[in-house]
């Protein structure tokens, strides 16, 4: 039981909870592991995954943040408890003049994976591309700090990028407020390489929030290649 470890692994324990996390899910996603390990074992082979995927992670998550304290621990929280170990979570800290900085590196303390980034504010776009510029994944992917992701969330993108040889990967989106209606969007296969002018039009009518940057994974290397960027000032 989690109650039955060292001191050292109680405080573990107790940063993951101050930072939102719960005992339950702590379990949960130490379970896998092994069965038969003690607690300070498996939180041992966490942090062991976590150093080998800071040494070449697989996956960038760029979050430009800006005076969003109130949300953003859930933001970070949601991204620290992927069930892919092998990503890199780069924070833009875009000018923030509340609490928004002091949050997110309370998380950087604990989990190492974490890359904090101070700049002044130059805004949303700005921030995205000093983000993408850095990034050392294979992948990259983009999540705003007032958002939250599921657990399986890159891993599910990733998944569908490898299996489909694909260099872009779209996932669900649920808009939650007074002025948005859910939406989501159904598991499907589009080759851009051979597709009519018909069935683009239908595919994009359909879902016009692809617009978007956000809920899918690119291929950094198409990225930087080509020195695509988003418009800067807004």
């Given amino acids: ?67 969003t304290e109130n949300y953003i621990s859930k933001c970070i929280m949601s991204l620290v408890n992927q069930t892919l170990n092998d990503i890199e979570i780069i924070v833009i800290n875009d000018g923030s003049t509340d609490k928004t900085l002091e949050v997110v590196q309370k998380f950087e303390e604990f989990d190492k994976r974490i890359r904090i980034i101070n700049q002044e504010n130059q805004k949303q776009g ?43 990967s779209v996932g669900d989106i649920n808009y939650i407020g007074n002025s948005f209606n859910d939406s989501s969007l159904e598991s499907s296969v589009m080759d851009f390489n051979n597709v009519d002018e018909h069935s683009l039009r239908k595919f994009y009518k359909n879902l016009s929030y692809l617009r978007g940057p956000c809920g899918k994974l690119y291929i950094s290397e198409i990225i930087k290649e080509n020195n695509m960027h988003f418009l800067e000032d807004v």
């Fill in 126 to 168: 700005a921030a995205r591309n000093n983000g993408t510029s850095i990034a050392t994944g294979e992948y990259i992917g983009f999540v705003d700090s007032d958002d939250t992701v599921t657990d399986e969330y890159v891993s599910c993108l990733l998944t569908d990028c490898l299996e489909n040889s694909s260099g872009l």
């Fill in 1 to 67: 039981q989690l109650k039955l470890i060292d001191v050292a692994q109680s405080d573990v324990v107790s940063q993951y909870i101050m930072l939102g996390g719960k005992e339950e899910d702590l379990k949960k996603k130490t379970r896998k592991k092994s069965q038969n390990k003690t607690v300070s074992e498996m939180m041992l082979d966490m942090e062991n995954d976590r150093k080998e995927a800071l040494e070449n992670p697989k996956v960038s998550i760029v979050v430009p943040a800006y005076n």
